[in-house]
């Protein structure tokens, strides 16, 4: 059983900052891309960034300059750090991993989400 935890939601100021990680725990398995997405009621969920396992990094045009994702291998554990957030940054962050068990399956698997506000 694999599963991912996020951490490090919360209420912020404009113009502030977060630092949203995410581990996955379990037993016997490997990891691919990791990636954060967000969502806010009535719409979709939307990539907000993602990285490879080599590092590779892509971001939303809305986030490119704030935000930086990283990961730590060993630690089996991605990061999102957001800067200069806005109001419009608000919603429920969500990360995502493309983890295979060994000798089992591939499967993309999802956190719980944690809530980011950002309101004066």
């Known amino acids: 059983q694999v599963q991912l935890v996020e951490s490090g939601g919360g209420l912020v100021q404009p113009g502030g900052s977060l630092r949203l990680s995410c581990v996955a725990s379990g037993s016997r398995f490997s990891i691919g891309g990791m990636g954060w997405y967000r969502q806010v009621p009535g719409k979709q969920r939307e990539l907000v960034a993602s990285?490879?396992?080599?590092?590779?990094?892509n971001y939303a045009d809305s986030v490119k300059g704030r935000f930086t994702i990283s990961r730590d291998n060993g630690k089996k554990t991605v990061y999102l750090q957001m800067n200069s957030l806005e109001p419009e940054d608000t919603a429920v962050y969500y990360c995502?991993?493309?983890?295979?068990?060994?000798?089992?399956?591939?499967?993309?698997?999802w956190g719980q989400g944690t809530q980011v506000t950002v309101s004066s």
């Open positions: 990285v490879t396992s080599d590092g590779g990094t």
């Open positions: 995502n991993a493309d983890i295979t068990i060994w000798g089992w399956s591939r499967a993309v698997y």
